[in-house]
C-alpha cells in the first residue's frame, strides 16, 4: 500500500525494522540514543548548542503545540495568529482552552501569510508580545512566509512560536538566524519519515528559563522538560515514553542525513509536481493556484459531477493500492494527497494512473 497522507507517512524499512525490541526508557543504553536524537534535531533545525535545546513531548503534534503556547505565552497575554487553514484554527483553539487572548488575523486558504498580513493588527495593538503560526499549512498545501514574519517581528521585538509539524526537515527556518523564534514544533511522523508518537519543541534555553511558572500544567510545562534534563541528564526523559518510536527516529535521522536536505526537499517537490500535473492532466483542479502550492500536500478539488463520495472515492483508491486521507479540511471540498513520506516520483506517477482508474470506476461514463 502506497500511503499518501500528510503524517504519519511511509516510512522506509529500516525504520520499521527498529521497533521491532523491547527497551527500558531508564537503560544506559536507550539514554544514549535518545540523549543522541535530542542532539541531531538541534542540528537539523540550524540551531545552536547551548543556545537552543530540544525539549520533547510524548503524543500526537497538538501536545507539543500547546506546551510551546502554554510555556512561551503567560496566561492571560495575547497572542497573534494569521488565521489561513485548519491547523491555525486548531492552533488558536488551543491557546483559548489554555486562557491565552488569541488576536485572529482572518486571511484566505489559498495562498501563505506574508509579514504585510499581519503587521497592520500588530501596530494596532501594542499588547500582542508573541505571534503564533503554522509553517507549511497542512489544511490546503500553502506555505507561510516564517522567514519574512520571523524577520519584521525581530525588528519590533516580537517573539514567535512556529508550528512547523508539516514543515520541518524540508522548508528551511536556521534557529540561529531567528532569534525572535522562542521554539518551534515538529513531529516524529512527518517529513523526517519517522513512525509517530513523539513531538519536539526546538526552544531557546533562555526564553524556556524564563517562562518557567507560565504552563499552569506539569504534563504541558516545556521549561519543566528542560529542568529535568539539567537534573537528571539529556537522555532522561519525564514519563514513559513511545520508546519505540524513539529508537526508529534515530534510524530515520540516520536515511535523513545520507539523503541529506536539499534532496529531500526537491524529491517532496517532484513528488507534488506529479501530482499536480497529473490531477491537471485527469481534467481535474487543484485547488491551489500554481505560485502558492508547496511541496508537501496537493489538495484538489472534488469533481463536481453529483455521484462523486469522497469515501467510495478513496476505497476504489485503496483497492488500487493507493491510500488518500478521506476528509478534507479546506474551505470547498477537496482531495486531500500527501506528497511526503518514503514516496518516489515512480510511486507518485502510479499513484496518479491509479487516481484515474477509481475516478473511471466511481464515475463511469454513460454507455
Ligand atoms: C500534523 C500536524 C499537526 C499535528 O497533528 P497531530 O495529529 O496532533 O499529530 C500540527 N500542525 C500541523 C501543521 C500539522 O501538519
Redesign the pocket.
Known amino acids: 500500500m502506497l500511503l499518501l497522507i500528510?503524517?504519519p507517512v511511509q516510512t522506509r524499512p529500516e525504520v520499521k525494522a527498529a521497533m521491532a525490541q523491547d527497551i527500558a526508557p531508564w537503560d544506559r543504553d536507550f539514554q544514549k540514543v535518545y540523549a543522541r536524537v535530542r542532539e541531531r534535531i538541534v542540528g537539523v533545525a540550524g540551531g545552536t548548542p547551548g543556545v537552543h535545546a530540544t525539549l520533547p513531548i510524548q503524543g500526537?503534534?497538538?501536545?507539543v503545540?500547546e506546551a510551546a503556547i502554554r510555556t512561551f505565552v503567560a496566561p492571560g497575554a495575547k497572542v497573534l495568529m494569521p488565521m489561513n487553514g485548519a491547523?491555525a484554527n486548531?492552533?488558536a483553539r488551543l491557546a483559548r482552552e489554555a486562557g491565552r487572548v488569541v488576536v485572529e488575523v482572518p486571511l484566505t486558504d489559498t495562498r501563505g501569510a506574508t509579514a504585510a498580513d499581519i503587521l497592520p493588527a500588530l501596530e494596532a495593538d501594542p499588547e500582542i508580545g508573541t505571534v503564533a503560526m503554522?509553517?507549511?499549512?497542512?489544511g490546503s498545501g500553502i506555505v507561510n512566509d516564517a522567514a519574512g514574519i520571523g524577520d519584521a517581528l525581530r525588528a519590533r521585538g516580537t517573539r514567535l512560536i512556529l508550528?512547523a509539524?508539516?514543515?520541518f526537515g524540508v522548508l528551511p527556518f536556521p534557529l540561529a538566524d531567528h532569534p525572535e523564534c522562542d521554539a518551534l514544533v515538529f513531529?516524529s511522523?512527518?517529513c523526517l519519515e519517522g513512525m509517530?508518537g513523539m513531538?519536539f519543541a526546538v526552544a531557546r534555553i533562555d526564553r524556556a528559563e524564563a517562562c518557567a511558572g507560565n504552563a499552569g500544567s506539569w504534563s504541558f510545562d516545556l521549561s519543566d522538560v528542560l529542568a529535568h534534563a539539567r537534573r537528571s541528564g539529556w537522555g532522561s526523559i519525564r514519563f514513559t515514553p513511545p520508546v519505540q518510536a524513539i529508537a526508529a527516529f534515530d534510524v530515520a535521522l540516520d536515511l535523513y542525513e545520507a539523503e541529506g536536505a536539499a534532496a529531500r526537499r526537491a524529491r517532496y517537490q517532484t513528488n507534488a509536481d506529479i501530482l499536480y500535473e497529473g490531477a491537471q492532466a485527469l481534467g481535474l483542479k487543484p485547488y491551489l493556484a500554481r505560485e502558492h502550492q508547496g511541496p508537501v500536500i496537493v489538495t484538489i478539488h472534488q469533481p463536481a459531477d453529483p455521484r462523486f463520495d469522497l469515501m467510495e472515492f478513496v476505497e476504489a483508491l485503496k483497492r488500487r493500492g493507493v491510500l488518500i486521507s478521506n476528509f478534507y479540511n479546506t474551505a470547498a471540498p477537496t482531495m486531500r494527497i500527501g506528497a511526503i513520506g518514503a514516496i518516489t516520483p515512480d510511486d507518485m506517477r502510479r499513484a496518479v494512473a491509479a487516481i484515474g482508474a477509481a475516478l473511471d470506476e466511481v464515475l463511469p461514463k454513460a454507455a
Do not use: C
Open positions: 500528510p503524517g500526537a503534534g497538538h501536545f503545540t491547523y486548531r492552533m503554522v509553517f507549511n499549512e497542512t508550528d509539524v508539516s514543515a513531529t511522523g512527518k509517530p513531538g
